[in-house]
């Protein structure tokens, strides 16, 4: 194993050094200490492997085994992967993760209410936006969850539902690739992708970054949690949300698989605190609110 | 008695020959005060273009502390029926507010007949729905017709928020004979996404579509 993962030790450590004082200065307004609180199931279990085919199955499989003996993995257990070797993004797209990105996916119970779940993509594209912003990477969010950096990608995030068939145990697997010191990409992805290495010419230890991102996720499912829980308005954390996105004011081509089968073009005029977004559809001159597919920017 | 036997084919045809309408009624989805903005025997639209995403007609407006809500039609006809002591009134929710007269073309009496005989199988959430990769697969090779769905079968992927979840079907097993919505299409809670068959109704479904087919201008 070439990296040093983070333990759930070292991340509460971390969280209380670096992530409380950090969030105390930024976040007045909130009940800080609560907040991180209402988050610290994630990194619950921490678990670490040189290679994989992919997390999210691995996530599966824990399941059912935690299941075959009449036991729940832990909400908020963290796989990370140095390498994949069979990763692949939504619609079976292709997907690049060598040694050197951060490649994991965090495991929840689906503890939510529906208004706050359908949320959950989100507070993942944050945590990552966050976690990229504080090593000097200046990322965004695209709607729903894209991170791209100067047009290009720099993360892919998923989020899947997934019903243990044994137990009835509904998760959500929210699974993160960051393409963090891997500067070679395929021919595929060679326009479209970039690393933050490429973004800065230096390097970071993937280790830092991983508890740096664990504290960002903690932080942010706790707020949303939190909200659920204090039954608050959502644009709390949506105005968060639209402070890191850049999608309102571009003109896109939408699709519900945009690659395979685009739809039509609009204009981005606003992301509702449902997390839905409002488009001015171009040739109809309507306005659409979607709450789910997915968009590339055109041109300026 | 089989079910062929408890369709009698002539009353059926001979209800929608006299009355070949669809009466939709329109609910406010919930309190407050309503405007209205059609009158009775007004044409209206429904819900167009290639996604669905253009509103139909606006009908009313409801008003809750100061958040206008307005109703839009979302189906094509004539307002047959206008609830007009309640303009400008305080409105429960779920109180009906007018009827939509929709005139039914011949794809549609045959789904109205085919309600009583199909399974359906509506949309749990509002959001984007697929056929899972496995049903997917076996309509690319087969056909629709072919496949046969049961019980606990992973039938759909719901795309909400790009959070892909898998729908298991739960209503009597048989073949997916009718699909109501599109890969990708926004569908409402509560609409139907197929309708199964029963293995037993195979025959009845198909000496319906015929005898529409052959009869129905």
Aim: proline letters at 4%; a negative charge; glycine letters at 8%.
């Amino acid at each position: 194993m070439g990296v040093d993962f983070p333990t759930p030790k070292s991340l509460a450590t971390y969280i209380q050094e670096e992530e409380l004082p950090r969030r105390l200065a930024l976040e007045s307004a909130l009940p800080v200490s609560d907040i991180l609180r209402y988050g610290g199931m994630v990194g619950s279990e921490i678990h670490a492997y040189t290679s994989l085919p992919r997390c999210m199955d691995q996530a599966r499989e824990l399941i059912k085994q935690h299941s075959k003996q009449q036991q729940s993995l832990p909400s908020g257990t963290m796989l990370f992967a140095e390498s994949l070797s069979g990763s692949k993004g939504r619609f079976q797209r292709v997907w690049h993760a060598p040694d050197g990105g951060l490649w994991c996916v965090l495991t929840v119970f689906n503890q939510w209410s529906k208004r706050v779940a359908s949320l959950l993509p989100l507070v993942t594209g944050v945590a990552v936006c966050e976690t990229v912003l504080a090593n000097g990477v200046a990322a965004r969010i695209k709607w729903v969850n894209d991170i791209h950096c100067a047009g290009l990608k720099l993360a892919g995030l998923l989020a899947e539902t997934h019903v243990c068939r044994l137990s009835g145990e509904e998760y959500v697997l929210l699974g993160i690739g960051l393409n963090v010191n891997n500067r070679h990409f395929p021919s595929e992805l060679q326009k479209t992708a970039t690393s933050m290495t490429r973004q800065t010419d230096s390097g970071f230890d993937l280790a830092t970054l991983a508890l740096d991102l664990l504290a960002k996720l903690t932080w942010n499912i706790g707020l949303l949690t939190w909200l659920d829980e204090q039954d608050k308005p959502l644009a709390i954390f949506m105005d968060r949300y639209r402070s890191h996105c850049d999608s309102v004011g571009r003109r896109v081509r939408f699709g519900f698989d945009v690659q395979e089968a685009p739809q039509y073009e609009a204009l981005v005029t606003g992301i509702l605190d449902d997390g839905g977004l409002v488009l001015h559809h171009l040739q109809d001159d309507v306005e659409i609110v979607e709450h789910g597919g997915e968009m590339e920017y055109l041109p300026v | 008695m089989s079910q062929q036997d408890t369709i009698n084919y002539d009353a059926v045809l001979s209800k929608f020959r006299e009355d070949p309408f669809a009466y939709v009624d329109i609910n406010a989805m919930h309190t407050g005060h309503i405007r209205f903005h059609v009158r009775e025997g007004d044409k209206v639209e429904g819900l167009t273009g290639d996604f669905r995403h253009i509103k139909g007609t606006l009908l009313c407006e409801l008003t809750r502390e100061r958040n206008q809500k307005p109703i839009h039609c979302t189906t094509n006809g004539e307002v047959s029926f206008v609830n007009k002591v309640l303009d400008g009134q305080f409105v429960q929710a779920g109180e009906k507010i007018m009827t939509i007269r929709h005139p039914l073309k011949k794809r549609e009496i045959i789904e109205q007949i085919l309600r009583d005989v199909l399974v359906p199988f509506a949309a749990p959430e509002k959001a984007k729905y697929y056929f899972a990769m496995d049903i997917q697969n076996r309509i690319e090779k087969f056909g629709q017709r072919s496949v046969s769905v049961k019980a606990g079968d992973e039938v759909f992927t719901m795309s909400l928020m790009k959070r892909d979840t898998p729908v298991y079907y739960t209503g009597e097993a048989g073949i997916i004979h009718s699909v109501y919505f599109k890969p990708g299409q926004s569908m409402e809670l509560g609409e139907p996404l197929v309708g199964v068959c029963p293995p037993e109704k195979v025959a009845v479904v198909e000496k319906i579509i015929t005898r529409v087919k052959a009869e129905w201008e």
